[in-house]
C-alpha cells in the first residue's frame, strides 16, 4: 500500500483554495469592519463567526446528504463544483462594498455557500485514500492548505501595502476558480451510481437472509446498526473516545480560532504594527506548518495519532506562555515559527482519527461531525474572546484565553482510547 501523491496532491487544491480564502477573510475582514462601521470587539468577534453558524448547521447535514448522492460526478463533486465559483464571485465583491448592510449581505452569501462545499471537499480524501494512509494522505492535503495560508498571509500582506484590501481578495477569487479548474479535470471521482446499486443488492441479500434465518454479512455491506444510525454502529468505549476527542477537538480549535481571528487586532493595538506587517506575521506559523505537515502524517503511523496530538498539545502551550507576556515583535514570530511544527502534530492527525471510527457509508457524517465541533468551537470562542477583550480594554489576554483551551483539550485528549489506523 502506498500513496498515489499525485492523486492526493489535485484533492489537495479544493483545500488549498479553502485555506488561502478564509485566511485573507480571517486577516482583513475585522480590519475592515472596526475602520469602517465597528468599535466593538464583541459585535465584530459575532460577526467574525458567522461562517461557523452556517458551518454547524448545514455542513453535518450536507456531508450526511453527499453520502446519500449518487451521480456520474461522484458523491461529493456536485456540491463542490456548485460552490466554489459562487463563492469566488462573492468574495471579490466583500471590500468593494460601501455600507454594513451590503457587506453583511456578500459576507452572508460567501460563508452560506462555502458550508454547502466544504464538508464535501474534505470528504474526498479519505473517500478516495485507504484507512492506514489517511494520517500521511491529511499531511499532504494540509500542506497544500499551509501553502494557501503562506500565499494569503505574504503575498496577499504584501498586496494590501501596495494596494489596499480589493487585491487581496481579487487574489483568492482567482486561485478559486483555478482550484475549481484543477479538480474537474484531473479529480476523477467513482460513479456513485454504481455503488448505490451495490449497497442495494447486499441490503436486499440482507433482508432475503434475515427472513430464512441465514445471517449473511457481504463485505463493504452496510452494518444494520449503522446503516441508518451515526453512531450506532460503535462499541461503548468507541463512542466515548469518539466524544472525547470531539470535545478535545472542540477546545484546541476554541484556541486557535480566537488567536486567527484577533491576532492582526492584537498586533496592531498592542504591539503598534500596521496590518500588513501584523498578517505576514502569521507566515511563520503557516511556513512550519507546510513544513511539518507530511511529517506529522508520517510519524503518526509509526508512533500513533494520538501520541502525535498529544506531542502537539504539549508543544503548542508551551510554546504561547511566553507570548502571555513577551511583547517584542521578533520573539513574537519565532515563537509562531516553532508553534507551528505542534499545530501540524494536531491538525493532521484529528481528522484521520475521526473517520477511523466511521464506516465506509458514514464517512461524509463523520466528517462532518468533525466540522460541527471545530466550527462550534470557532463559533462561541470570539465572541467570548471579544467580550473578555471588551471587559478588560486589552488584547494582552489572548494567549492567556489560548493557552487555557489547549490544557483542557489535552486533559480530554487523554482520554481517548480508539481512532487509530488498524494494522494490514
Known amino acids: 500500500m502506498r500513496l498515489d501523491y499525485r492523486k492526493t496532491f489535485l484533492i489537495g487544491f479544493g483545500f488549498f483554495a479553502s485555506s488561502l480564502a478564509w485566511s485573507i477573510y480571517n486577516s482583513f475582514v475585522p480590519l475592515m469592519l472596526e475602520e469602517r462601521y465597528i468599535q466593538t470587539t464583541a459585535i465584530i468577534g459575532f460577526i467574525m463567526t458567522i461562517d461557523n453558524i452556517f458551518g454547524v448547521v448545514f455542513q453535518p447535514l450536507v456531508g450526511q446528504l453527499s453520502d446519500r448522492t449518487h451521480t456520474r460526478l461522484g458523491r461529493r463533486m456536485p456540491y463542490i463544483l456548485a460552490g466554489i465559483p459562487v463563492c469566488a464571485l462573492a468574495f471579490v465583491f466583500i471590500p468593494h462594498t460601501r455600507s454594513l448592510a451590503a457587506m453583511m449581505f456578500v459576507i452572508i ?13 474534505v470528504a474526498l480524501m479519505p473517500d478516495l485514500t485507504p484507512p492506514l494512509l489517511r494520517s500521511k494522505a491529511n499531511g499532504v492535503i494540509n500542506l497544500m492548505g499551509g501553502v494557501g495560508s503562506i500565499i494569503a498571509f505574504l503575498i496577499g500582506g504584501s498586496l494590501a501595502k501596495i494596494g489596499g484590501y480589493n487585491l487581496p481578495f481579487l487574489m483568492g477569487s482567482i486561485v478559486m ?18 455503488l448505490a446499486r451495490r449497497l442495494e443488492h447486499a441490503e436486499a441479500a440482507m433482508a432475503a437472509a434475515a427472513e430464512s434465518a441465514a445471517p449473511v454479512k457481504e463485505e463493504n455491506a452496510p452494518d444494520a446498526a449503522s446503516g441508518k ?7 461503548g468505549p ?16 476554541a484556541g486557535y480560532n480566537a488567536v486567527e ?6 498586533a496592531k493595538n498592542q504591539l503598534g504594527v500596521d496590518k500588513g506587517d501584523a498578517t505576514m506575521s502569521l507566515t511563520l506559523f503557516s511556513l512550519t506548518l507546510v513544513a ?8 503518526a503511523g509509526r508512533f500513533g495519532r494520538k501520541k502525535m496530538i498529544v506531542i502537539g498539545l504539549i508543544g503548542i502551550t508551551l510554546t504561547f ?9 521578533l520573539v513574537l514570530r519565532i515563537l509562531l515559527f516553532i508553534g507551528g511544527f505542534f499545530w501540524a502534530c494536531i491538525n493532521i492527525n484529528s481528522l484521520p482519527m475521526v473517520v477511523e471510527l466511521a464506516s465506509s457509508e458514514r464517512i461524509g457524517s463523520f466528517t462532518g461531525y468533525y466540522y460541527f465541533f471545530s466550527f462550534s468551537a470557532a463559533i462561541i470562542s470570539p465572541t467570548l474572546f471579544g ?23 489535552l486533559i480530554c485528549m487523554v482520554l481517548v482510547k480508539h481512532g487509530e489506523a488498524a494494522k494490514a
Open 109 to 121: 452569501l460567501f460563508n452560506l455557500v462555502m458550508s454547502f462545499w466544504r464538508s464535501p471537499v
Open 177 to 194: 476558480i483555478f482550484a475549481v479548474l484543477m479538480l474537474f479535470f484531473f479529480v476523477r471521482e467513482p460513479d456513485s451510481r454504481k
Open 229 to 235: 444510525g451515526g453512531f450506532r454502529h460503535l462499541s
Open 238 to 253: 468507541e463512542k466515548r473516545s469518539l466524544f472525547a476527542l470531539l470535545a478535545a477537538i472542540f477546545f484546541w480549535f
Open 261 to 266: 481571528t484577533f491576532f492582526t487586532l492584537y
Open 292 to 299: 511539518f505537515a507530511l511529517p506529522a502524517g508520517i510519524l
Open 321 to 329: 506562555i511566553p507570548m502571555i507576556m513577551i511583547e517584542s515583535l
Open 387 to 409: 467580550w473578555i477583550r471588551d471587559l478588560t480594554q486589552s488584547y494582552s489576554s489572548l494567549f492567556i484565553y489560548a493557552v487555557c483551551a489547549f490544557v483542557i483539550a
